[in-house]
């Protein structure tokens, strides 16, 4: 059914894709091309040479789907697959996709559209996908069973329907959905407005990216799909810091990023040095009066979010989940918290035993990101990425936000590690320390709000320590 699946390298091998719209009339008659996608790359925006005109989003570690015309139809061809997606240099998994990547490639069209996806099986088990947040009609969902029958291994089916509001959405399947979408099956999908819109303004940069989580043991490739909670790789398309691409922009750029959330938790998204508005949901362009400027946004599951904002600060800016265990990557469950406690004793004991026995993470986690301790095979270090001061002691949901004076229009090239005016990082001081201001505690007991009954028998001094028993609920 397939003639030949064309095959996508880099930047270059783009413009085939993008030649691929427009294809012979032989082809035309059939399904049309699925287009292949081979690398993890952050590939330029698909400027469209068919249909309506519209400036197209910049999808972080991934790509946009070529389409053809056919009768004034777009047509779209996914393939679900397994795929190897490679999510940090040295790290790759073994997952569920679509066209060759996890997550699938995002879906650019204009309000008005209509538009023909053939969605084509290639798992061993029922699929089907459902258009997240799109007005269309109910036979089109995709929901197994209550719309449409799943769509067997091997057979392609064909869904229709006219893109009706312009907005953000999402596309993942509604069979067995647990499995497929904790093995990465899922897309983003954006309709352009067709003209000037009073409540989406006309950006120079545009980003999207999907929020998902992998629960991959260390040295295995593939997600373990029960985990409902505890997952360790916390993923931006399916990459982990230090895999993520920059985002990079051209100092006073307007600039939108689109994040979706198909994790199984909230992810409070972190801008640093610039202020945003939400300027969309999966509902829509957000209505003027709502809009306030926040340095953080809530993404809560399922939910969209469109945030616009101006970048009129030159440097190298960190943007990332603010859940702290999100910035890291596979970690091994049940690390109890070392800090402050004093080992000399027994690692004293233990290295008569042991001669490289080391302590770990008496001082802080940080420690382990210089120590390059041995990994498993397939694994990931759990906090990686080197920058111009050292070890950045983050992985999993964190990249930079690269603004330039000097970037020109349209490049998406990374420009390297901001270089500070002189007198502008912080410095050692090395004069004579006053003794700081430190609140000292009285003998007694503080005040309270009201005297206590009776007075403890004890003091009591507590240590914060997490349960060793795991972390979950992050
Ligand atoms: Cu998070």
């Known amino acids: 059914m397939l003639s030949r699946r064309k ?36 590939m330029p925006p698909l400027v469209p040479n068919t249909g309506r005109p519209y400036s197209p989003v910049v999808t972080l570690n991934g790509w946009t789907l070529p389409w053809r015309m056919n009768n004034g139809v777009k047509e779209f061809h996914l393939v ?16 569920w996709g679509y066209n060759g990547q996890s997550p699938g490639p995002t879906i650019e069209v204009v309000e008005g559209d209509r538009v023909r996806l053939f969605v084509t099986n290639k798992l061993g088990e029922l699929t089907s996908i459902h258009w997240h947040g799109q007005r269309l009609p109910n036979g089109m969902d995709g929901v197994t069973g209550l719309n449409q029958p799943g769509i067997p291994p091997g057979k392609t089916y064909v869904y229709e329907f006219v893109a009706r509001r312009p907005g953000t959405f999402m596309y993942h399947p509604h069979a067995d959905e647990m499995v497929q979408m904790a093995m990465g099956m899922m897309g983003f999908w954006i309709t352009h ?19 998902n989580a992998y629960d991959i043991d260390p040295g295995a490739y593939t997600p373990k799909i029960m985990t409902m909670l505890d997952f360790n790789l916390w ?7 230090p895999g993520i691409d920059p985002l990079v922009v051209r100092k006073n750029d307007k600039v939108r990023i689109r994040i979706g959330n198909l994790t199984m938790t909230n992810h409070p998204i972190h801008l640093h040095g610039h202020e945003f ?54 970690m091994g469950h049940n690390v109890p918290t070392m800090i402050g406690v004093d080992h000399r004793g027994v690692a004293k004991q233990i290295t008569s035993l042991i001669p490289d026995y080391m302590v770990m993470g008496e001082r802080g986690m940080k ?14 270090a759990m906090m990686t990425g080197t920058g111009p001061f050292g070890a950045v002691g983050m992985g999993g949901m964190f990249s930079v936000l690269k603004v330039r004076a000097d970037q020109k229009p349209g490049d998406y090239s990374d420009p390297g590690w ?50 060793a028993s795991g972390h979950s609920g992050h």
């Open 80 to 95: 679900a697959e397994p795929v190897v997606r490679e999510m940090t240099p040295g790290f790759k998994a073994h997952l």
């Open 418 to 467: 901001y270089k500070h005016p002189p007198g502008t990082v912080a410095y050692e001081f090395t004069g004579s320390l006053p003794d700081p201001a430190r609140f000292k505690a009285d003998a007694s007991p503080g005040p309270g709000a009201m005297p206590p009954m009776a007075k403890p028998s004890k003091e009591i001094e507590v240590r914060v320590r997490k349960p």
């Open 193 to 211: 407005p067709k003209a000037k819109h009073p409540l989406i303004d006309e950006v120079d940069r545009d980003f999207v990216f999907l929020l």
């Open 367 to 380: 420690d382990m990101t210089e120590m390059e301790m041995p990994l498993p095979d397939n694994t990931a």
């Open 277 to 330: 508005l939400i300027t969309g949901t999966d509902g829509g362009p957000t209505p003027k009066s709502t809009r306030m400027y926040e340095v953080t946004t809530d993404v809560a599951v399922g939910q969209m979010r469109q945030i616009d904002f101006l970048a009129d600060e030159e440097g190298d800016w960190a943007f990332h989940c603010h859940k702290s265990h999100h910035t890291m990557n596979a």
């Open 235 to 241: 993923s931006w398309n399916s990459r982990i810091f």
């Open 7 to 42: 095959m996508l390298g880099g930047a270059g091998a783009f413009t085939a894709a993008a030649a691929a719209a427009s294809v012979s009339k032989v082809a035309m008659a059939a399904l049309p091309e699925p287009v292949i996608q081979t690398k993890p790359d952050t």
